[in-house]
């Protein structure tokens, strides 16, 4: 059976610091894995993607994670915070091994100070 | 521009009462997906259908239910019998049928319900 366990539920940086939002999946397949972010009451939207391509991925607005396989994990990492980054990040599973599976983290509050 | 539109945004319910939420997409997606976000439990599925004039339940379909009569419209109802209603509920569609490894959602904007 596939999870997804984000490490951190909430995590706060200042303005122009490094963020790391960390995200550890189990799959019995070889996973994609995706991370999304929720800016408040509003939609979901794609940051970024792993589909057995490059092990570093980059996405929007300067976020990229690295999949590591030996670690079983997928962080998010952005070198300089921005206020505007100030959101929930929610870390997804899929092994595509069966319709309509996808696994969501709990979710991670990033909050940036000035 | 192409997108997924969700209506009401804000829903208030008195106990007892079935209400319907709006989903529409003109992306042309064949799947689309009805998830259930509660503070502190990510998202979880309640519905989802793959093609017109079908659907399958997901994790928590209990208390729910939906239809789909048309590609570009998936309306959830939340019935009487869901004992614990009020959340934010995100729909959500994809191009392919099946959630390939590969395939990603593009999310409406979300109906926060509230049951008084």
């Known amino acids: 059976a596939q999870s997804v366990t984000q490490l951190d539920s909430h995590v706060s940086v200042s303005e122009g610091t490094p963020v790391l939002l960390r995200c550890n999946y189990s799959?019995?397949?070889?996973?994609?894995l995706f991370w999304y972010v929720q800016h408040p009451n509003k939609g979901l939207q794609l940051l970024l993607k792993?589909?057995?391509?490059?092990?570093l991925v980059k996405g929007i607005n300067g976020f990229e994670a690295e999949f590591k396989k030996s670690e079983t994990s997928f962080h998010l990492t952005k070198p300089s915070a921005h206020m505007s980054d100030a959101a929930e990040y929610f870390c997804v599973v899929s092994d595509g091994g069966s319709q309509g599976n996808l696994i969501f983290g709990k979710g991670t509050k990033l909050s940036v100070k000035p | 521009d192409g997108g997924i539109t969700q209506s009401p945004k804000y829903l208030f319910r008195k106990e007892g009462q079935n209400v319907t939420l709006s989903c529409e997409q003109n992306?042309?997606?064949?799947?689309m997906y009805w998830y259930r976000q509660d503070p502190g439990q990510g998202l979880r599925l309640i519905y989802y259908s793959q093609i017109v004039n079908d659907f399958q339940k997901g994790d928590i379909a209990e208390g729910y239910s939906v239809s789909r009569e048309k590609k570009e419209s998936f309306p959830l109802t939340v019935t009487s019998a869901q004992k614990n209603p009020t959340a934010f509920y995100l729909c959500?569609?994809?191009?392919?049928?099946?959630?390939?490894?590969?395939?990603?959602?593009?999310f409406g904007a979300g109906s926060r319900l509230t049951v008084l």
């Open positions: 792993y589909t057995s391509a490059a092990t």
């Open positions: 799959s019995s397949y070889s996973p994609s």
């Open positions: 959500a569609s994809s191009i392919q049928g099946r959630l390939s490894g590969a395939n990603v959602l593009t």
């Open positions: 992306l042309n997606h064949d799947a």
